[in-house]
């Protein structure tokens, strides 16, 4: 699991880009977050070390949480973007809709993991579920680092 984690950071890493363009920042986001999206279920799989038995009851519950986390995850990117795009020529207005919708796409992300852990309870054990939200909790934390990576301190 730790080398995994490792060489998707590794991943992450190369997506850095010029704070300059935007156009560029959006395609190297949005391509790291295929790219850990589509290993994301290897490495969970992997790491939760299901039964086969298991694997049957987890599979379809985490596909539909995957699709659900898609679309939060596209408009956090579309957060990023937008920052990324008003740099330097920041308006009131501008930061406080990006203030509104960076801590509406924190909550959905937090209500999306709480209702498919829940869903996780009536098909595992308990410790297999948060296992699962750890491992969830380091992905999201690569795709974390990716869009501060994008954002200038200063």
């Not at 060489?7 to 363009?21: I, N, P, R």
């Not at 391509?31 to 490495?43: E, F, G």
């Not at 379809?60 to 986390?69: N, S, V």
């Not at 308990?126 to 200038?152: F, G, H, M, Y």
């Amino acid at each position: 699991m730790k080398k995994i984690l490792i060489a998707l950071a590794a991943v992450a890493s190369l997506g850095a880009t010029d704070y300059a363009s935007a156009q560029n920042t959006r395609d190297d986001t949005e391509l790291l977050i295929s790219q850990i999206q589509t290993n994301r279920s290897a490495v969970v799989l992997r790491a939760m070390n299901l039964s086969d038995a298991e694997v049957a009851k987890f599979a379809p519950i985490y596909d539909e949480y995957q699709a659900e986390m898609k679309k939060v995850m596209g408009r956090g990117v579309d957060v990023v973007n937008k920052f990324a795009e008003n740099y330097g020529t920041m308006t009131d207005d501008a930061a406080k809709s990006i203030l509104k919708d960076f801590f509406q796409v924190r909550d959905d992300r937090v209500a999306t993991l709480k209702k498919y852990a829940k869903k996780m309870e009536k098909a595992l054990p308990p410790t297999k579920v948060v296992r699962w939200v750890q491992i969830e909790n380091k992905l999201n934390a690569l795709l974390d680092v990716q869009a501060a990576s994008v954002i200038p301190l200063s």
